[in-house]
């Protein structure tokens, strides 16, 4: 069975060296690409710039580099330039491009628009997980108001509906994505309704503060107390954000027991018995009792002394 299994290892060492080395002689480009915007914000129809940054990391030269496909949106003639005819790129050589359009009114109701795509060479790709690229283009001024409903559930993949017992008294707080900035709140009524004004178009983070007794199901799993919302202008007033709550135990605060002793003394008859003695380590009703005992034999020697003298002097 041993030379069974030696056979076999072996044939597989015959079999998987051979693809190894062929590889090993036929490395293929490793194309990165990174990209940013000319600007921070834009107007609705301003031309944009966009700026690529393309390097072979490979010791392959890279055979016609070009863009494969991709996304957009909120953006108008887009012109890609030498990412569509292509360009030869050296091993470990960097090359800049650059690629134009403009905003238009979509990107205006969004806050933003955007443009992302792929590159790869014509003799392959050793990694396709940094040849993809995007940018964000945020263009301000647009506001809108957004709403939504905190129902009683159980669970955080619950489906609300009009018939929806909802939960009252939760805030609503909306601030911008990365949380530094806020923009309103609100508390939700008694249908469990919620109504945040003026918001800017793009994304906001809403977080919630329920009540006690209640938790809200937030967030992706339904652990968190906050989830990301996107604000479009121009849309319908219909609320469409829908946060799940369920009822969870309240806690009463605990008591210690110094508070509870010391409250059981009344200041009336703490003032009422006027000074006390000095708190120390002995015992001190013990040495009170001692000292009585003293008293009294002192006492009863002395008529025991004087009865004595009586008696003599008779």
């Given at each position: 069975?041993?030379?069974?299994?030696?056979?076999?290892?072996?044939?597989?060492?015959?079999?998987?060296l051979?693809?190894?080395?062929a590889?090993?002689?036929?490395?293929?480009?490793?194309?990165?690409?990174?990209?940013?915007?000319?600007?921070?914000?834009?107007?609705?129809?301003?031309?944009?710039?966009?700026?690529?940054?393309?390097?072979?990391?490979?010791?392959?030269?890279?055979?016609?580099?070009?863009?494969?496909?991709?996304?957009?949106?909120?953006?108008?003639?887009?012109?890609?330039?030498?990412?569509?005819?292509?360009?030869?790129?050296a091993?470990?050589?960097?090359?800049?491009?650059?690629?134009?359009?403009?905003?238009?009114?979509v990107?205006?109701?969004?806050?933003?628009?955007?443009?992302?795509?792929?590159?790869?060479a014509d003799?392959?790709?050793?990694?396709?997980?940094?040849?993809?690229?995007?940018?964000?283009?945020?263009?301000?001024?647009?506001?809108?108001?957004?709403?939504?409903?905190?129902?009683?559930?159980?669970?955080?993949?619950?489906?609300?509906?009009?018939?929806?017992?909802?939960?009252?008294?939760?805030?609503?707080?909306?601030?911008?994505?990365?949380?530094?900035?806020?923009?309103?709140?609100?508390?939700?009524?008694?249908?469990?309704?919620?109504?945040?004004?003026?918001?800017?178009?793009?994304?906001?983070?809403?977080?919630f503060?329920?009540?006690?007794?209640?938790?809200?199901?937030?967030?992706?799993?339904?652990?968190?107390?906050?989830?990301?919302?996107?604000?479009?202008?121009?849309?319908?007033?219909?609320?469409?954000?829908?946060?799940?709550?369920?009822?969870?135990?309240?806690?009463?605060?605990?008591?210690?027991?110094s508070?509870?002793?010391?409250?059981?003394?009344?200041?009336?008859?703490?003032?009422?018995?006027?000074?006390?003695?000095?708190?120390?380590?002995?015992?001190?009703?013990?040495?009170?009792?001692?000292?009585?005992?003293?008293?009294?034999?002192?006492?009863?020697?002395?008529?025991?002394?004087?009865?004595?003298?009586?008696?003599?002097?008779?």
């Open positions: 069975m041993r030379a069974l299994a030696a056979a076999a290892l072996a044939g597989v060492l015959v079999a998987v051979p693809a190894t080395a590889l090993a002689a036929n490395p293929k480009p490793d194309v990165a690409v990174t990209s940013a915007a000319d600007k921070a914000n834009y107007a609705v129809g301003e031309t944009f710039t966009i700026t690529v940054t393309v390097k072979n990391k490979s010791s392959v030269d890279a055979k016609h580099v070009h863009y494969t496909g991709g996304d957009s949106e909120g953006v108008d003639g887009v012109v890609y330039g030498e990412l569509s005819t292509g360009f030869d790129l091993a470990g050589a960097t090359k800049t491009v650059q690629l134009t359009g403009k905003t238009n009114h990107a205006w109701q969004l806050g933003r628009g955007y443009v992302a795509f792929e590159l790869t003799n392959g790709e050793a990694n396709d997980a940094d040849n993809v690229t995007g940018v964000r283009l945020l263009v301000a001024g647009a506001f809108d108001d957004l709403g939504g409903y905190v129902f009683q559930s159980e669970s955080y993949d619950a489906e609300w509906t009009p018939q929806t017992p909802g939960v009252s008294g939760v805030k609503v707080v909306a601030t911008s994505a990365d949380g530094e900035t806020k923009y309103a709140e609100a508390v939700t009524d008694a249908k469990g309704l919620f109504r945040l004004a003026h918001l800017p178009a793009g994304e906001v983070l809403l977080t503060t329920a009540p006690a007794g209640w938790k809200t199901l937030a967030g992706e799993n339904g652990e968190d107390d906050h989830t990301p919302a996107q604000v479009i202008a121009d849309d319908s007033d219909e609320p469409y954000i829908f946060v799940p709550a369920k009822k969870v135990a309240v806690s009463s605060p605990s008591v210690s027991p508070a509870s002793s010391s409250s059981s003394i009344s200041p009336s008859a703490s003032s009422s018995a006027g000074p006390g003695l000095p708190v120390t380590g002995d015992n001190t009703m013990l040495l009170v009792g001692a000292g009585t005992v003293a008293v009294a034999v002192g006492i009863a020697l002395a008529l025991v002394a004087r009865r004595r003298r009586v008696h003599l002097q008779a």
